[in-house]
């Protein structure tokens, strides 16, 4: 598996304590969710501009988790948003990523209440991802950057409709013994393209 080398960075576990922790359960008793007020904020509240960045841009992916949802970079956390209460959100980056002289995250806000404060991480996303090219090119985590890629190409790319397959979770652990990289349904027709979870919002 990917976190298999002993002198892995505190990115990297915190990357992999957080896929342990969203796993959902085979007989469920935890499942991945998000409330109504949440999807409601990412359709059509304060959240929605996120969503349509990711979009737009074939380098990020959107994860719904439970409670939370994970915004990926070259596999790795770009952004995780996780519900205080309704309407509010916080804002977590982790800063191990950075390098010693940034001082990027005292500028964002570690809570979202507003659209404001949401177009304030955006504006800053190209500097993260920088931040996190630099560390990437020291920690190469191949695997990772991988399988974001299947997920997007399967999923919201240009081809996406003729694809064999739509990618419906990753990092799957059934706490039965087994552990999956990425779940996907069949696409025998070109019609379930309609149900696609993007499409939701």
């Given at each position: 598996?990917?976190?298999?080398?002993?002198?892995?960075?505190s990115?990297?576990?915190?990357?992999?304590e957080?896929e342990?922790?969203?796993?959902?359960?085979?007989?469920?008793?935890?499942?991945?969710?998000?409330?109504?007020?949440?999807i409601?904020?990412?359709?059509?509240?304060?959240?929605s501009?996120?969503?349509?960045?990711?979009?737009?841009?074939?380098s990020?992916?959107?994860?719904?988790?439970?409670?939370?949802?994970?915004?990926?970079?070259?596999?790795?956390?770009?952004?995780?948003?996780e519900?205080?209460?309704?309407?509010?959100?916080?804002?977590?980056?982790?800063?191990?990523?950075?390098?010693?002289?940034?001082?990027?995250?005292?500028?964002?806000p570690?809570?979202?209440?507003?659209?404001?404060?949401?177009?304030?991480?955006?504006?800053?996303?190209?500097?993260?991802?920088?931040?996190m090219?630099?560390?990437?090119?020291?920690?190469?985590?191949?695997?990772?950057e991988?399988?974001?890629?299947?997920v997007?190409?399967?999923?919201?790319?240009?081809?996406?409709?003729?694809?064999?397959y739509f990618?419906v979770?990753?990092?799957?652990?059934?706490?039965?013994?087994?552990?999956?990289?990425?779940?996907?349904?069949r696409?025998?027709?070109?019609?379930?393209?309609?149900?696609?979870?993007?499409?939701?919002f």
């Open positions: 598996m990917r976190y298999a080398d002993n002198e892995e960075s990115a990297t576990r915190q990357d992999s957080e342990r922790h969203v796993m959902s359960s085979a007989n469920g008793k935890e499942s991945r969710g998000l409330s109504s007020k949440f409601e904020d990412l359709g059509k509240g304060h959240l501009s996120l969503v349509d960045l990711v979009k737009r841009d074939s990020l992916s959107l994860e719904m988790r439970n409670g939370y949802i994970n915004v990926y970079y070259r596999g790795g956390n770009l952004l995780r948003l519900e205080i209460k309704e309407h509010v959100y916080s804002a977590f980056f982790d800063k191990n990523y950075l390098s010693s002289n940034s001082s990027i995250l005292n500028e964002l570690h809570e979202i209440h507003s659209a404001s404060e949401v177009d304030r991480w955006r504006a800053n996303f190209p500097a993260l991802k920088v931040e090219d630099q560390w990437f090119s020291n920690n190469p985590k191949a695997e990772r991988f399988q974001q890629i299947v997007w190409e399967n999923n919201d790319s240009s081809i996406a409709n003729y694809t064999d990618i979770d990753i990092e799957y652990d059934n706490k039965r013994g087994g552990r999956f990289n990425m779940v996907a349904i696409n025998f027709s070109a019609s379930l393209t309609s149900s696609r979870l993007h499409d939701y």
